[in-house]
């Protein structure tokens, strides 16, 4: 004996198969609770990425292999869609258009004006009919958190200024003040890195291995940018008191050492905070929201025909 949702597939499923000569009128992708989500929704919603990733694709197979992993990550931005929409049925949630232009006119003053906001839009490939709707889905899931998950976001000025600095202490900026190496030897530069690594004092090593004198104590400041790419590669994220392996540079070989890295901001704290904070509540609200989507869907009726 078939079960509710069973029985409820099965009709769902009658509707969309005609039934006088068995002619597939349209088929079903996915029930979400009692919704059902078509394969030409899927494919309707596809429609950009088969362009985007089907061109020139002459293999059948490797087509069929396509299309059939865009409709399965199509598929599943769809369901997530019902649900919310579901929900926000069932919380009774409105969003109105005064909250979206109110929204919208905060990140046009936050964008520096409306010149800027179409420079934006462009660079995104969105329209601003596109961006008002993703405005108001936004809305939607900051008042379904706020009703279904209650979550309590809070970004502390310790969290602003931890951002600043991972994100616009801008390392093309950064002055490293090195000690180095320095020598033509491959052998030299390879018995100096092992004394090293047994624990030889640098300063020491470089008197007994460097051409240059006087570099073990202080070779020069300089900005990261105007360091070979070799240099860079090896001291990108090195901090203070940091010694790098051998690098070749022309034909010279080079042990340094970060004797201290001075950042240059690419604006001030108090120009970018408000952004820094909004984007950080940004992050935490869609991490709380992709947990409640889970635990949603822990407790929803979903099949999947696809």
């Excluded at 002619?23 to 609770?33: E, L, M, T, Y």
């Excluded at 906001?117 to 809305?139: A, S």
């Excluded at 790098?244 to 340094?256: A, D, E, F, M």
């Amino acid at each position: 004996m078939l079960t509710k949702r069973g029985l409820l597939c099965w009709c769902l499923m009658l509707l969309f198969w005609g039934t006088a000569w068995g002619k597939i009128v349209d088929r079903i992708a996915a029930v979400v609770n009692n919704e059902v989500i078509t394969l030409s929704e899927v494919d309707e919603a596809a429609l950009p990425l088969y362009r985007k990733y089907l061109a020139g694709v002459k293999d059948p197979l490797e087509e069929q292999k396509i299309v059939h992993q865009i409709r399965k990550e199509v598929l599943e931005r769809l369901i997530q869609e019902k649900l919310i929409e579901q929900a926000v049925r069932k919380y009774k949630i409105r969003v109105s258009d005064q909250e979206v232009e109110a929204f919208l006119q905060r990140v046009i003053k936050r964008l520096g004006g409306r010149e800027a906001f179409r420079r934006f839009l462009k660079e995104q490939g969105l329209t601003p009919e596109e961006y008002r709707k993703q405005i108001r889905e936004q809305l939607r899931k900051m008042k379904l958190i706020q009703v279904s998950v209650q979550a309590r976001i809070v970004i502390t000025d310790e969290d602003v200024k931890r951002y600043y600095r991972e994100h616009y202490l801008s390392s093309e900026e950064r002055i490293y003040h090195l000690a180095a190496i320095v020598t033509s030897d491959e052998g030299r530069i390879r018995q100096a890195w092992k004394e090293l690594q047994k624990g030889g004092d640098f300063l020491v090593v470089s008197r007994k291995y460097t051409e240059i004198p006087g570099s073990g104590k202080d070779l020069g400041r300089f900005k990261f940018n105007e360091l070979a790419p070799e240099m860079r590669k090896v001291l990108s994220g090195a901090r203070p008191g940091e010694i790098t392996p051998p690098v070749r540079v022309g034909n010279r070989w080079y042990i340094l050492r970060v004797l201290s890295v001075k950042a240059q901001p690419t604006k001030p704290l108090a120009e970018v905070q408000e952004e820094i904070r909004q984007k950080l509540y940004q992050q935490a609200l869609d991490e709380y929201f992709q947990k409640w989507i889970k635990e949603l869907k822990e407790q929803t009726f979903i099949k999947v025909f696809i």
